[in-house]
């Protein structure tokens, strides 16, 4: 029973997937193109998953600067996930190699290399482990600019790991653990929707003169498929992308819930309600212009993250829109998101912010 | 070279097994999980920079045991040998439990006796006349510094302060053996490693009393200096956070093939944190040129050694992680000299981590924060301050080379002496960095939300200026 319900879930979440990929994010990759002037490279696209986007991705980073490293637990012989295929054999194993099975020893290694001015890649492998990591990240990542007046930073260093729901993930291999770091002056905070976006926005992570934590859809390593150009680009950190025009509500999500987001937008225009959805892509420090000026239109807000509700990033934009936009509010912020439970397994269908979840809350919003 | 002799090593004793086991035939003891009993080392164990140091040492010292080795396999005990991943073992038939402890502790590594005498057959590293006077001025001027600047907190000038009474040796003796441009990674209580350096007093006063010229402008309290132009990451409080960070700083330093090491400084409490054990495993697998540096002084604030571990010290953990280490004499100026020289030219030359072990003693509080009269005897601080003090005992050695004179003593201190409290009258009038401060650094640019928040400050500062101290310019 438990295997059908779950068979059922990664079915919708497979078909929200291509959904995303064949068409809704279509507008996204117009999006995007209006920041072509970002860019460089050139050369064709090619439709690859978002596991392949990020392989890409530290292909030319290692290949663009010779003071880059990739490491992490099994990220030698590709990654549990494949990210780091063909990164050791290519680059050498002094740059591509596996790290003993400790993660506060990962980040406070990186956070060094990184000091001592290399771009240190660092993979924790699941989101959920990232916290032995916490203190290095918290207390020495972040502050390592401030506290030292600007002595020292390692600016160089990008986290990256799998984060969020899998469909079978249960407590350990599902975790959304993104509020937690979006609490730390001096982390930035980047997660992806897409191929694309994934390739473009990891560049600029590892790139950015400040530590990233960058979270990656792990459901969506394989089922996102979209046109990815094959060269070197990046994408603008802490700008958000409109990716859908709308009228009546503004949606607001980041990662894998742009996804359903996405359906659920769908959905709500069959019944004639406008949505303009918003993809965060850096949660701090955040792009409240673009979130205002569209709730400014809207006059409607709906967040959706796969965290718990409480204490989760979307209280953070509730609290900071109903501040800018009080006036212009028609209707409580609503906010769709995963239930203050441990991340369960057979329940996981329960516990998610679905999109009939969302569509449910939309009507009800507009209908205010 | 380090490759081929542990190999070679290991080929000699495979061949001495294989004659062994043809001539005995297979029998009923022969394990029937064992094939032909290859030893040398399999494709596996040149995987990356993890590869050829697994149990067999190849450098002088492990050399020198390497007869040892080959007799032990002579001598039959390794007659029945299995592969497990990581390595071929031998059976044995009694069920031994490896002994928690050694029967003998680790010796300690001393150069001067009590008196300031060199010991009858110690090794040590020379030093010239200049450097040991350089040394001992530089323990004297620590010294002094902390005395000093005690008082200073004491009397409300500053707001916290934290001496390192009773490791003088430590930290100028450790420092004299690095070159400057090895990487420092300090804990708190190794400010001499910085004075030795060049870090002068004003700019320790600058420090104290956050002042404009401090470098950290202000935002840390006392004593967590720090200096990109002396190669001495900025303290931290946290505890033993450094250890993993001086390991990646000294695998940079290995791929740039520098020749420089990484060097990282903690206390015997800071063994106990995570940090500490991922370190140490981190360097000896990536073969990293660092120095770990442990200072058991006795006490993590009042929890003392024997309520911090079981182990025979720090020294032993070495070993568990593949890591060469050594226990030495902390308050011998020239045990600690000579050990870190060698440990240093260990650590880049063969390009793996060396763990240093200093015995001592934290003669002061822990801090102006701490009274440490209320858990431990005063006859016991008192002992180590006027007995076992390292700065005296040096100065025996320095003064019985007819290097140094009592009326130099004098000299030095007064000058010393005048020229922190200069410092600290200077650094006193030197004005606080300006508000905006506050916000620059989070970011490599202020974004947004903090130039938001700045306006606002400004405005309720505006309207309630006595809130606000008066010293930092808005």
Redesign the interface.
Known sequence: MAMKVLREVGRKRSGAAWIGGSRGFADCAAAAMGVAERREGGGGTKAVNLFTAVNQALHIALDTDPRSYVFGEDV?FGGVFRCTTGL?DRFG???V????L?E??I????????????R?IAEIQFADYIF?AF??LV??AA?F?????????C?GLTIRSPYGAVGHGGHYHSQSPEAFFCHV??L?VVIPRSPREAKGLLLASIRD??PVIFFEPKWLYRLSVEEVPEGDYMLPL?QAEVIRKGSDITLIGWGAQLAVLEQACEDAAKDGISCELIDLRTLI??D??TVEASVSKTGKLLISHEAPITGGFGAEIAASIAERCFLRLEAPVARVCGLDTPFPLVYEPFYMPTKNKILDAIKATVNY | MAAWLSSELARRAARRIAGELRRRGPGPWFPSSSTVPVLGPTAGYH???CSVRRFAGDTAAATATAEDSDNEFAAGELQQVVDFPGGKLSFVGEMNFVPESQRERIKCYRVLDDDGGIIYSSRFQEVSKELALKMYSSMVTLQIMDTIFYEAQRQGRISFYLTSNGEEAINIASAAALSADD?V?PQYREPGVLLWRGFTLQEFANQLFGNKM????G??MPI?Y???RLNY??V?S?IA?Q???????????K?DKKDAC?ITYFGDGGTSE??F???L??AA??EAPVIFFCRNNGWAISTPTTEQFRSDGIVTRGQAYGIRSIRVDGNDTLAVYSAVHAAREMAITEGRPILIEAMTYRVGHHSTSDDSTKYRLADEIEHWRTARDPVSRYRKWVQGNSWWCDAEETELRNSVRQEILQAIQVAERIPKHGLA?LF?????QV????REQQRSLLDTINKHPSDYPTDVPV
């Not at chain 1, 190699?97 to 003993?100: L, M, V």
């Not at chain 1, 401030?146 to 002595?151: C, L």
Request: with cysteine; aromatic share 10%; net charge neutral.
């Open positions: 030698g050791a194993k002094n740059r190699f596996n790290t003993p400790c506060q020893g980040a406070g290694f990186a956070i060094g290399l990184a000091a001592m001015g290399n240190a032995p203190d290095q207390n020495e502050k600019r401030y506290r030292s007046g600007n002595e020292f930073n600016g002056p001096g930035k003169p400040n802490s420090p955040w409240k212009e | 995987r990356g920079f990487i990674l401090d470098y950290g402008k935002r840390q967590h720090g200096s990109n990451f900025t931290s946290p956070t250890l993993p960070q001086a390991v990646g700083a000294a695998y940079s330093l791929m990484a995570g940090d054990h991922a370190a495993n981190f697998v990536t401060e620059t650094d989070v970011y490599d974004p947004s939300n903090l």
